[in-house]
């Protein structure tokens, strides 16, 4: 998506002023154009969908990029990387398998982009009660702890110095489909975006669309998350968030002290 190489006969040469010049042919130059982006029809009719958006970010991708001889290093992670956490999300959302079918803690998501450093990835939620929407919160949090105890243990065999957490915000609301369904936005996009890189936190979810009383009450939900009033850069000065109660735990007392009680 979003690639423009010209091909090997692309190029011609032409004369401006005397001068020989290389140059690209007309009907490649014309070929760069949005349809190299992928996304289809960009008149299209806008589809709204209810979702979840969960942001997946690697800390420290940047620097890891930066070693020597990054074109065998990045390679080498993002293949087992990518593989890996959509395993995860696969695997996290089995409640009980066996020959005949899958009974699942929440629907697979029905869409997944990789960002570069990480992945975006989307749930419908249209018809879906608010139990399932608030297992999507424990799968998620789950795949970041699993990262530390998993692959990294792996892959750190492979590259040197990979990144060493994953990080996931996660947020519910409304996106709209651009193009033919091909890539989507949203508010709740851009607030998974801004919680995943909020200070000292390896995950967060936004309180706003989640309930987390329904019955029967998760055990998960109701021990291990604390809600916490933070501001978010570009969405509000008082938003709720639930953290981990061990990721709480951790953080000393100056950091804890950028979250306030609601």
């Known amino acids: 998506m979003g690639n423009f190489i010209p091909s090997s006969d692309a190029w011609t040469t032409i004369e401006i002023k005397g001068a020989k010049r290389h140059a690209l042919k007309p009907s490649e130059f014309e ?81 997944t982009k990789f960002t570069g450093d990480g992945l975006l990835v989307l749930w419908n939620t249209e018809g879906m009660n608010g139990i399932y929407i608030r297992n999507l919160i424990i799968s998620a949090y789950q795949i970041c702890r699993n990262y530390p105890q998993d692959i990294y243990r792996t892959i750190k065999t492979i590259v040197a110095d990979p990144p060493h957490e994953l990080r996931c915000g996660v947020a519910r609301g409304t996106v709209f489909s651009v193009g033919d369904n091909a890539d989507y936005v949203g508010s709740c996009i851009n607030v998974a975006a801004r919680i995943q890189k909020l200070p000292h936190l390896r995950f967060a979810f ?45 953080l000393t007392p100056a950091d804890q002290k950028f979250y306030k009680e609601p």
């Open 31 to 111: 070929r760069f154009n949005p349809e190299i982006l992928g996304l289809g029809d960009l008149k299209a009719n806008s589809e709204s969908i209810q979702a979840v958006a969960a942001v997946f970010d690697l800390a420290g991708f940047t620097n890891f990029c930066k070693q020597i001889d990054p074109h065998l290093t990045v390679p080498a992670y993002i293949s087992n990387f990518v593989p890996w956490l959509m395993d995860q999300l696969k695997n996290e959302a089995v409640r009980d398998k066996t020959d005949t079918g899958v009974s699942l803690w929440h629907p697979l998501p029905f869409f």
């Open 206 to 250: 936004n309180r706003r669309g989640f309930d987390l009383e329904a019955e029967p009450v998760n055990k998960d939900i109701r021990d291990k998350f604390l809600i916490k009033k933070v501001s978010i850069r570009g969405i509000g000065d008082g938003e709720l968030i639930g953290i981990p109660k061990a990721d709480w735990n951790r």
